[in-house]
C-alpha cells in the first residue's frame, strides 16, 4: 500500500496542496477524488483565520493527463463560518491556491500546458506565413 501511495505522490505531486483520496481508473479518463487539507484558511474580507466548517462544495475540474487519458479531480472543498460576528462574510468557500483559481474548471498546471502549446503553434503559424 505504501508503494502506491508513493505512486500517486508523484503521478499527481502537482495536486499535493490536496489529500488524495482515491484513483479510479474508468478507462478513457482517470478519475482522482480528493478534498482540501483540514487547515484553518482565513476569510477573504476581514482575514481572520478560521476552521469552522459550515458544509461541503464539490469541484470537478481537469488536470494534466496521464498516459494519454484525461484527468478528471473531484474536490471537495469546504464552506467556512467567519468567526467574526461584525464581518459581511458571514461564510466563504476555501480557495485552492496554486492549483485552481475562482471560477477555473482547469488546474492551473493543466492552463499552462494548453497556453505553451497555442503559443507554440501561433509562433510556428506566423513563421510558415
Do not use: W
Amino acid at each position: 500500500m505504501r508503494v502506491v501511495n508513493e505512486f500517486v505522490g508523484v503521478v499527481f505531486s502537482g495536486l499535493s496542496a490536496l489529500v488524495v483520496e482515491g484513483v479510479t481508473d474508468e478507462g478513457e479518463v482517470i478519475r482522482v477524488s480528493a478534498r482540501t487539507r483540514d487547515e484553518p484558511v482565513p476569510c477573504p474580507v476581514c482575514g481572520t483565520p478560521t476552521g469552522r466548517v459550515h458544509g461541503f462544495h464539490g469541484r470537478v475540474v481537469a488536470d494534466v493527463p496521464v498516459d494519454g487519458r484525461r484527468v478528471v479531480v473531484d474536490v471537495r472543498v469546504r464552506r467556512l463560518v467567519c468567526p467574526v460576528l461584525g464581518c459581511p462574510r458571514q461564510t466563504f468557500r476555501e480557495q485552492i491556491p496554486g492549483i485552481v483559481e475562482r471560477y477555473q474548471r482547469r488546474t492551473n498546471r493543466l492552463a499552462d500546458q494548453l497556453g505553451s502549446v497555442v503559443k507554440e503553434l501561433l509562433t510556428s503559424a506566423r513563421q510558415g506565413e
